[in-house]
Protein backbone atom coordinates (compact mmCIF):
# COMPACT_ATOMS: atom_id res chain seq x y z
CA UNK A 1 0.00 0.00 0.00
CA UNK A 2 2.93 2.43 0.94
CA UNK A 3 4.61 2.10 -2.18
CA UNK A 4 1.40 1.74 -4.36
CA UNK A 5 -0.56 4.63 -3.10
CA UNK A 6 0.88 6.60 -0.72
CA UNK A 7 4.31 7.52 -2.92
CA UNK A 8 2.59 8.22 -5.99
CA UNK A 9 0.09 10.40 -3.84
CA UNK A 10 2.60 12.40 -2.59
CA UNK A 11 5.47 12.52 -5.88
CA UNK A 12 3.64 15.92 -7.13
CA UNK A 13 4.26 17.43 -3.62
CA UNK A 14 7.62 16.55 -3.43
CA UNK A 15 8.64 17.74 -6.95
CA UNK A 16 7.06 20.81 -5.49
CA UNK A 17 9.35 21.00 -2.75
CA UNK A 18 12.03 19.99 -4.56
CA UNK A 19 11.88 23.03 -7.10
CA UNK A 20 11.71 25.21 -3.87
CA UNK A 21 13.79 23.69 -2.04
CA UNK A 22 16.01 24.15 -4.70
CA UNK A 23 15.87 27.94 -5.58
CA UNK A 24 16.55 28.42 -2.28
CA UNK A 25 19.60 26.55 -2.09
CA UNK A 26 20.73 28.42 -5.21
CA UNK A 27 19.95 31.80 -3.59
CA UNK A 28 22.06 30.98 -0.20
CA UNK A 29 24.79 29.59 -2.48
CA UNK A 30 25.02 33.27 -4.55
CA UNK A 31 24.79 34.79 -1.14
CA UNK A 32 27.31 32.81 0.68
CA UNK A 33 29.81 33.37 -2.60
CA UNK A 34 28.96 37.24 -1.70
CA UNK A 35 29.67 37.42 1.61
CA UNK A 36 32.50 35.29 1.66
CA UNK A 37 33.36 33.35 -1.27
CA UNK A 38 36.77 34.18 -3.04
CA UNK A 39 35.11 32.99 -6.29
CA UNK A 40 32.36 31.82 -7.64
CA UNK A 41 29.75 33.89 -9.59
CA UNK A 42 28.12 35.84 -7.00
CA UNK A 43 31.82 37.08 -5.93
CA UNK A 44 32.59 38.20 -9.27
CA UNK A 45 29.29 40.42 -9.17
CA UNK A 46 29.83 41.33 -6.27
CA UNK A 47 33.49 42.23 -7.06
CA UNK A 48 32.56 43.87 -9.94
CA UNK A 49 29.61 46.30 -8.25
CA UNK A 50 32.50 47.50 -6.10
CA UNK A 51 35.09 48.52 -8.60
CA UNK A 52 32.02 49.86 -11.07
CA UNK A 53 32.06 47.63 -14.04
CA UNK A 54 28.02 46.43 -14.83
CA UNK A 55 28.97 45.03 -17.81
CA UNK A 56 30.39 41.60 -15.28
CA UNK A 57 27.31 42.37 -13.44
CA UNK A 58 24.91 41.75 -15.82
CA UNK A 59 27.25 38.75 -17.33
CA UNK A 60 26.61 37.35 -13.60
CA UNK A 61 23.29 37.73 -14.12
CA UNK A 62 23.23 35.86 -17.39
CA UNK A 63 24.69 33.21 -16.23
CA UNK A 64 23.01 32.87 -13.07
CA UNK A 65 19.82 32.67 -15.17
CA UNK A 66 21.26 30.53 -17.80
CA UNK A 67 22.31 27.92 -15.44
CA UNK A 68 18.88 27.85 -13.11
CA UNK A 69 16.83 27.82 -16.64
CA UNK A 70 18.90 24.70 -17.99
CA UNK A 71 18.19 23.26 -14.18
CA UNK A 72 15.36 23.74 -14.62
CA UNK A 73 14.44 22.51 -18.24
CA UNK A 74 16.67 19.24 -18.29
CA UNK A 75 15.73 18.21 -14.74
CA UNK A 76 13.00 19.52 -12.98
CA UNK A 77 10.42 20.39 -15.49
CA UNK A 78 10.74 16.72 -17.05
CA UNK A 79 10.31 15.17 -13.75
CA UNK A 80 7.16 17.57 -13.00
CA UNK A 81 6.12 16.57 -16.07
CA UNK A 82 6.39 12.82 -15.08
CA UNK A 83 4.88 12.57 -12.09
CA UNK A 84 2.12 15.29 -12.35
CA UNK A 85 0.62 13.34 -15.02
CA UNK A 86 1.20 10.09 -13.83
CA UNK A 87 -0.31 10.34 -11.24
CA UNK A 88 -3.82 11.94 -12.26
CA UNK A 89 -3.32 15.68 -11.05
CA UNK A 90 -3.92 16.74 -14.88
CA UNK A 91 -7.27 16.57 -16.38
CA UNK A 92 -7.84 14.90 -19.76
CA UNK A 93 -10.36 16.12 -22.33
CA UNK A 94 -12.25 13.22 -22.42
CA UNK A 95 -12.90 13.20 -18.84
CA UNK A 96 -14.39 16.43 -18.64
CA UNK A 97 -17.35 15.50 -21.53
Do not use: H, K, N
Request: no cysteine.
Amino acid sequence: MFLEVIVPGALPSVAGGIRTGLGYGWRALVAAEIIVGTSGVGFMMFDARRVGDISQVFLGMVVLGTLWYALDALILAPFERATVERWGMVRTMEADG
